[in-house]
């Protein structure tokens, strides 16, 4: 009877229990809002992010930054500096010419070809090119070949095949001697020519200009045999010759074909100054002739067969 009683009061006690949970529950569904909020840990945490980590305030630095970017951006551009003045500026397609100083037409600076001996073959190795007389608009030689990256271009450059197989002998030789060049130019087009001595024109006038810039059509480089030699602190300077590259060049570039087109003291002969780091390829034999004769390169090939249309 005992076991029996003290079941009864243990399922009596469970019921208790179980009512005053459903009791709890039910008034507190009947709180209101707020007073339940106080016990609500999710709420909190909610609260406490949004005060400490505000989203708003991150997406609105992010805009500012990408408008303080962009400025700078232009900014950076605008203060690129512009070529050197005495480099030839290349000309934009998209400039408005019509906002541009009057430049010396083609006609009033290379004259025509009823003004020029016009010459029958660039190709010639002994074409005479001179203030007198023109290759043609067109023209081109034949056999041009890239220079290697080991002469130093600064940008691609081409000669024909023979001037630059005797090219890379003359730098192998310099080499044994401790002379390292740089070439800093070598063919040049009718067109890239004229562009050339137009910036030249604009900046120093067409007199100055005539004296170490050639007109298109007259200029050695466009036989593409000639190159610029350089690798010091005065190229295209006349300091050049002083240096040894230039004096090394100046007793032995006639070994390997080629001759010094402007020597000093000549420019009443040549027309042009002194230019003791140009230098064009007319073939070993002619090349050491020439150098004996102490003519100037223009006076010697004078001298050579010369065919004109």
Do not use: C
């Not at 970017?69 to 408005?96: G, S, W, Y």
């Not at 000669?159 to 192998?172: D, G, I, N, Y």
């Not at 036989?223 to 230039?246: A, N, R, S, Y």
């Amino acid at each position: 009877m005992r076991k029996k009683r003290r079941k009864n009061k243990a399922v009596f006690a469970l019921m208790v229990i179980a009512l005053l949970f459903m009791g709890a529950f039910f008034l507190w569904l009947d709180l209101p809002e707020q007073v339940r909020s106080y016990f609500d840990l999710s709420a909190i945490e909610e609260e406490y992010d949004t005060e400490v980590f505000p989203e708003e305030p991150f997406e609105d630095a992010a805009k500012e930054a990408q408008e303080v970017n962009d400025p700078f951006a232009e900014t950076e551009k605008k203060e690129t500096p512009e070529k050197d003045l005495d480099e030839p500026k290349e000309m934009d397609e998209q400039e408005n010419l019509e906002d541009q100083p009057l430049e010396p037409s083609e006609n009033e600076m290379a004259g025509s070809y009823n003004d020029f001996k016009v010459i029958a073959d660039g190709d010639y190795y002994l074409a005479l090119v001179t203030k007198e007389t023109t290759l043609k608009s067109n023209y081109k030689p034949t056999g041009l070949e890239a220079l290697p990256s080991y002469m130093n271009p600064s940008y691609p450059m081409w000669l024909r095949w023979e001037a630059l197989e005797h090219l890379e002998k003359l730098w192998a030789a310099a080499k044994e001697d401790g002379i390292l060049f740089s070439i800093r130019s070598a063919y040049r087009s009718y067109e890239t020519q004229e562009q050339i001595f137009k910036d030249f024109v604009s900046q120093y006038g067409e007199e100055e200009a005539n004296r170490f810039s050639a007109r298109p059509g007259q200029s050695e480089h466009q036989l593409g045999t000639t190159v610029d030699f350089g690798g010091t602190e005065v190229d295209f300077k006349t300091q050049f010759g002083q240096t040894p590259l230039g004096r090394w060049l100046a007793q032995n570039a006639h070994h390997y074909g080629f001759a010094k087109s402007y020597p000093q003291g000549k420019e009443h002969i040549t027309g042009y100054i002194y230019e003791p780091w140009h230098f064009r390829y007319i073939g070993v034999s002619q090349a050491r002739q020439w150098k004996q004769s102490g003519l100037t390169l223009n006076q010697y090939l004078e001298q050579q067969p010369q065919e004109f249309e």
